[in-house]
């Protein structure tokens, strides 16, 4: 059963081209997250979302957006891509304070 | 800020041999986390620690938690090939009331069947 859905898996997107990612969750948790990941690299933090509170990392370039409709749903939206934000984008969720986070399967996205 | 370093970076084993990754925070952590990341897939959570001292066991991977709630790590008991991946240790960031993590770069094990 899917848990933390991605959409789509795999996603190309010209230069300068807006891109929506999407992530959805069957969890009913409080908390979603979006990481950036690199190859070889930690997942790096973004934005999260506690309930409808949104906070942004301060290193987050404001080319990064992120919209939280209802608890089920998450997008991340890239206004302008930059051939430097070629990566995988992880959606994250969590119940909370402390508690484990459950990844989903990730959308590679591509710029060219 | 809170850092979470972890060595090493990297570790080539034979089947059969034994692993281990550190996990070492200057500050005392709420608690400690362990994901596996496979290759080309996404982290997933494996356990949580957090009482100090504390020691749990997965059939062949044993975790432990330090006595200061300061270091952690992973032993992979006799390693198969299908323990390839990169663990990373996570800890609950308090700047964010603890609902975010700080990661370790991760330790990418490979094993040779």
């Known amino acids: 059963d899917a848990m933390v859905i991605q959409n789509p898996r795999y996603q190309v997107t010209q230069f300068g081209k807006p891109v929506t990612l999407s992530c959805s969750q069957t969890?009913?948790?409080?908390?979603m997250y979006w990481y950036q990941q690199k190859s070889s690299q930690a997942p790096k933090l973004l934005f999260h979302y506690y309930d409808k509170d949104f906070n942004n990392e301060a290193d987050t370039p404001d080319n990064f957006q992120s919209r939280r409709p209802n608890t089920s749903f998450c997008f991340l939206d890239i206004r302008s891509p930059g051939l430097g934000d070629a990566a995988m984008y992880l959606c994250a969720t969590s119940r909370g304070q402390g508690f484990e986070q459950y990844f989903g399967p990730g959308t590679r996205l591509t710029v060219t | 800020g809170q850092q979470v370093m972890q060595i090493p970076q990297y570790q080539h084993v034979q089947e059969g041999e034994d692993f281990t990754t550190y996990c070492n925070s200057s500050t005392t952590l709420s608690n400690i986390q362990w994901y596996k990341q496979r290759p080309g897939g996404h982290p997933v959570f494996l356990i949580q620690?957090?009482?100090?001292?504390e020691v749990k066991k997965q059939k062949r991977l044993t975790f432990q938690f330090g006595e200061a709630k300061k270091n952690s790590s992973l032993h992979i008991t006799a390693t198969q090939t299908t323990d390839v991946g990169t663990y990373f240790c996570?800890?609950?960031?308090?700047?964010?009331?603890?609902?975010?993590?700080?990661f370790g770069k991760g330790t990418m094990l490979l094993v040779s069947p």
């Open positions: 996570a800890a609950p960031r308090p700047g964010t009331g603890y609902s975010t993590l700080t």
């Open positions: 969890l009913n948790h409080n908390v």
């Open positions: 620690l957090v009482k100090s001292g």
